[in-house]
């Protein structure tokens, strides 16, 4: 052999990068024309028959592309690693300050890929346009209630796996969540590992082997069982849109959407509702009245809120439904998609889930109790308009004082 035969690894993974970048930015385009389409002042067959060619064909193919840039970003990444361990070091072949492909000397810039059939463009002279970016595009700075940990964007890893159908990790069928074992305890994965898991998702694990980031797709006609058993204190990044944080007892604490957009063709789940659905006969200042909680979706279903439980809390339905001369979850949730489909605004929206210490009978750790059979004592919500704050507002979950019977 006359030499060997390699890559610079530095280069592979600017290029990583800068795929990776673009699956962000096409990400936000997507969110961004989603909104545009879904808001447009045009009703008829025409109309209908456009939007449904957009959601059932176009944007379905941009989510493939997205999915498939990440892919790519990630084999790339997996390649320097490769190719590291091969050649005894970064930087390799040649050791070190061995000279980038083509194209690539002195940084990233916009250009064709040297060799990429059709004249592929690399756009990486600017930052990806991230969750961040999308929230500074509306006007705010992100994260109103940072204490819970989420975060915006997937770890970096050093290693990726595929788990196939004839992995030894591959969940049993299609409605077997990843990551939990039979009783649904999480399992112990290998550390600072990405693993690729189909339709499942994507999961991103720390140093010490936990699921700390989830990318998901939930809502559609079959349900993802990642989705319904909800790992502790994990991000979720669901159908490229919103953010939940999860806590240490797997409930969603955390909603972030740094761009909202309108879809009422998100499907419903009539028996998830009717089993979360629950009244108690609540005690304060001497009396007993009954208090009624509905199945409440912490993003709203027209609002692109999937049906899977990591998108329920048992709401009380003076803030679940609309009250007059009242401020519920529903008037907000209204606002916004009528500020959408009307008159073309944007908004991002966040809510802070407290659990508080008051639980029904029954219903804690000690009892292994479901995430969604705890009941939230309050919510905290921020929407931003067009760049401004327009509402910062506390919405108790129960009546003052009031108590579960014990």
């Known amino acids: 052999m006359a030499g060997f035969l390699g890559a610079d690894t530095e280069a592979l993974r600017a290029l990583g990068r800068a795929v990776g970048g ?14 545009i389409v879904g808001g447009a002042r045009w009703q008829g067959p025409d109309a209908d028959a456009f939007r449904a060619d957009w959601v ?7 989510h493939a592309r997205i999915g498939a840039l990440r892919g790519e970003a990630a084999e790339l990444a997996g390649q320097a690693e490769e190719q590291d361990g091969a050649s005894g070091g970064p930087g390799v072949p040649g050791g070190a300050g061995a000279a980038p492909p083509p194209g690539l000397a002195g940084g990233l810039s916009e250009g064709p890929l040297p060799g990429a059939e059709g004249g592929i ?7 990806p346009l991230g969750a961040a970016d999308a929230s500074a595009a509306v006007g705010e700075s992100p994260l109103a209630f940072p204490e819970t940990g989420m975060e915006l964007a997937p770890p970096e890893t050093a290693h990726r796996i595929e788990v196939d159908a004839d992995h030894a990790l591959a969940p049993d069928g299609a409605d077997e969540p990843f990551g939990l074992d039979e009783d649904g ?64 007892l797997g409930r969603t604490e955390h909603l972030y959407v740094p761009d909202v957009v309108v879809d009422r063709e998100m499907a419903r789940s009539q028996s998830i509702q009717s089993t979360i659905a629950e009244r108690w006969d609540m005690s304060g200042d001497g009396t007993s009245e009954p208090v009624e909680f509905n199945a409440g979706h912490v993003l709203a279903r027209q609002l692109g809120g999937i049906r899977e439980e990591i998108n329920y809390t048992r709401q009380w339905d003076e803030v679940n439904q609309a009250r007059s001369g009242q401020d519920t979850i529903y008037t907000y949730e209204s606002l916004m998609a009528d500020g959408i489909s009307d008159e073309d ?60 019977p014990r």
């Not at 059932?56 to 941009?62: F, I, N």
């Not at 463009?121 to 600017?126: D, G, N």
């Open 22 to 35: 673009g699956a962000e930015r096409l990400e936000q385009l997507t969110a961004q024309l989603d909104g």
């Open 56 to 62: 059932g064909r176009v944007r379905t193919g941009l």
């Open 121 to 127: 463009r690399l756009m990486a002279a600017h930052a």
């Open 185 to 248: 305890t999480p399992i112990t994965l290998e550390p600072d590992t990405r693993y690729d898991v189909g339709e499942h998702g994507t999961y991103y694990t720390d140093d010490e082997g936990r699921i700390e980031y989830v990318e998901a797709a939930g809502g559609g006609e079959t349900m993802n069982p990642n989705l319904r058993e909800t790992l502790p204190d994990a991000t979720y990044h669901v159908n490229e849109q919103a953010y939940y944080r999860t806590d240490e």
């Open 345 to 404: 605004r944007s908004y991002s929206y966040e809510t802070r889930i407290d659990w508080g210490e008051e639980q029904p009978s029954g219903v804690g750790p000690e009892h292994d109790s479901a995430p969604w059979e705890y009941v939230p004592s309050g919510y905290d919500v921020r929407i931003h308009e067009d760049g401004e704050q327009i509402v910062e507002d506390h919405l108790p979950n129960y009546p003052e004082g009031a108590t579960f």
